[in-house]
Nanobody, 129 residues
Framework: QVQLVESGGGLVQAGGSLRLSCAAS????????MGWFRQAPGKEREFVAT????????YYADSVKGRFTISRDNARNTVYLQMNSLKPEDTAVYYC??????????????????????WGQGTQVTVSS
């Protein structure tokens, strides 16, 4: 049974930083592509970032490019999202997701929420202006 548990959310002022973590109970974690998505009130869930099984390839949404960094530690079964220069529009519930990385790692496929099989419960990020 796969479980994903996010942590690190909270309240921060605009311009500040937060680091989200997602701990995965997956025996073969290094075989999984991992993604971060977010959902603001009244909006659809949207792609934030994704990272290949090895960590060698990453993709980002244009809205976070240059501010957010996704990384993973396969020895710790954990994926991270470092968020800098936060803006009020980054306020949302952030979700971690996992899927076996069996396809060529493309942004088209791994940037879609419906491509992922497993999801965490989410962690709230609130950015005040």
């Amino acid at each position: 049974q796969v479980q994903l548990v996010e942590s690190g959310g909270g309240l921060v002022q605009a311009g500040g930083s937060l680091r989200l973590s997602c701990a995965a109970s997956i025996r073969t974690f290094s075989s999984y592509a991992m993604g971060w998505f977010r959902q603001a009130p009244g909006k659809e869930r949207e792609f934030v970032a994704t990272i290949s099984w090895s960590g060698g390839t990453t993709y980002y949404a244009d809205s976070v490019k240059g501010r957010f960094t996704i990384s993973r530690d396969n020895a710790r079964n954990t994926v991270y999202l470092q968020m800098n220069s936060l803006k009020p529009e980054d306020t949302a519930v952030y979700y971690c997701a996992a899927v076996l990385n069996v396809r060529s790692f493309s942004s088209t496929y791994y940037g879609r929420a419906r491509s992922y099989d497993y999801w965490g419960q989410g962690t709230q990020v609130t950015v005040s202006s």
